[in-house]
């Protein structure tokens, strides 16, 4: 099979949705897997029509006829926000997403007692914020890995008396920390999540082994490399490994390792949600994103010139990619230019998982350079592509699949 894994190689929102969305249109399709995030994702897909939906927990060929959906048990879901989605799909002309649905029983929850200690932590932080989505999801991951055998799952759904238990010892132990939390009551949740585990197909791990078999998938991916838990920029990181790893972990589960494409998508602009280090960052680009306005969680939308070192770190903290998607080449133009290199550095080094210190330095160090900007090339897929050493794949020029222009179709759809 034909699998593709799909990574962004900056800090999120370069286009993931619509790269995945043009690979379930230009050929068949099975199923999407998710692997990684949560219903923080917001993935936007343009048809021609100009319907739009933007993708949080459902993969982003959902719009696609027969493309299934696949929540593994690396994505933290939330039934709640997944009920708003889907109603949100039969709108605009799509009312078998839940049809479509599969989803691991491994999965952890996120419910509205994450969602309120998010919000709460990311208050109390002040000017220090990190940018959260304040949807729970990290507070999801947190909990746990402090509360392994505790910790409220997909499964736990189908059986109300254990998610009852589970629901109020983390709602207690959350108040405890945190004060009085901005959350129902456990028996006012308890119907939704009942409900859910009677509409969609709970399944277990091995379940994927057979999708894996009976047709090509594309691997989702969510956020961004720069903003991974251990190889982002610490402390404005996620709570998820957003590399290929986990990925290629499900893959192997399968006896499929090795078996997919690995496609890194990147703007033409380097750009980022919220607080951290964004190196080429300049006002003055003519640059708006309707699709990202400014929110109170994570705050404005940010516009830089494209940033090579930063994306020839994230390339080698994935372990290289077999092709890149280029995206919103329709912005190029005079005013937009290419950093290769800061006025303190011209490389930076991936570390060992882990060492947040480490991580936590790069990040002060990031936030003390400045870019050294060469003039806009004449050929922007040619000039990213010798800089990243990496073939550019796939040109996107607008929202929409028609406006992808593939380079190499055959190394796009052939696995390495």
């Not at 399709?29 to 692997?35: E, I, Y």
Request: contains cysteine; negative net charge.
């Amino acid at each position: 099979m034909n699998h593709v894994m799909v990574v962004d190689l900056g800090y999120g929102d370069a286009g993931k949705g619509t790269v995945v969305d043009w690979l379930c249109a230009s050929r068949p399709v099975h199923t999407v897997v998710r692997f990684n995030g949560g219903a923080q994702a917001a993935h936007n897909v343009v048809l021609r029509d100009g319907r739009h939906h933007t993708f949080a927990q459902f993969g982003s060929g959902t719009f696609r006829p027969e493309v299934r959906t696949h929540l593994s048990r690396h994505v933290v879901v939330d039934p709640l926000a997944l009920a708003a989605e889907a109603d949100h799909l039969t709108a605009v002309g799509v009312p078998d997403a839940l049809d479509r649905l599969t989803v691991d029983g491994e999965a952890l929850l996120a419910t509205p007692y994450h969602r309120a200690a998010n919000r709460a932590r990311e208050i109390a932080r002040g000017a220090d914020r990190h940018g959260s989505c304040g949807l729970g999801v990290g507070e999801a991951v947190a909990y746990g890995l402090a509360h392994p055998d505790e910790a409220p799952r997909v499964a736990d759904c189908a059986h109300p008396a254990v998610l009852r238990r589970r629901l109020t010892a983390l709602r207690d132990r959350l108040t405890a920390e945190l004060g009085p939390l901005d959350a129902p009551p456990v028996e006012d949740c308890l119907p939704a999540y009942a409900a859910f585990a009677d509409r969609v197909a709970i399944v277990d791990r091995a379940h994927l082994a057979g999708v894996l078999r009976a047709g090509t998938c594309v691997f989702e991916g969510a956020q961004g490399v720069l903003l991974d838990e251990w190889h982002g920029f610490h402390p404005y990181t996620t709570w998820s490994t957003t590399t290929f790893a986990n990925a290629e972990a499900l893959l192997a589960e399968a006896g499929l390792a090795g078996t997919a494409q690995r496609l890194g998508v990147l703007r033409v602009t380097t750009t980022r949600h919220g607080p951290g280090p964004l190196v080429t960052e300049d006002p003055a680009l003519p640059f708006a994103d309707p699709r990202n306005p400014t929110n109170p969680w994570q705050g404005r939308f940010r516009f830089g010139h494209f940033d090579a070192v930063a994306h020839r770190y994230a390339l080698a903290a994935a372990g290289g990619v077999d092709g890149l998607a280029l995206t919103h080449l329709d912005l190029a133009g005079p005013a937009l230019r290419i950093c290769r290199r800061y006025d303190t550095v011209d490389r930076l080094t991936p570390g060992p998982a882990g060492d947040l210190d480490r991580q936590a330095a790069l990040t002060a160090r990031l936030l003390r350079a400045r870019p050294l900007l060469d003039e806009a090339p004449t050929d922007w897929p040619a000039a990213v592509a010798a800089e990243l050493g990496t073939p550019v794949l796939l040109t996107s020029h607008g929202p929409t699949a028609e406006d992808k222009v593939p380079a190499l179709t055959a190394a796009v759809s052939a696995p390495r």
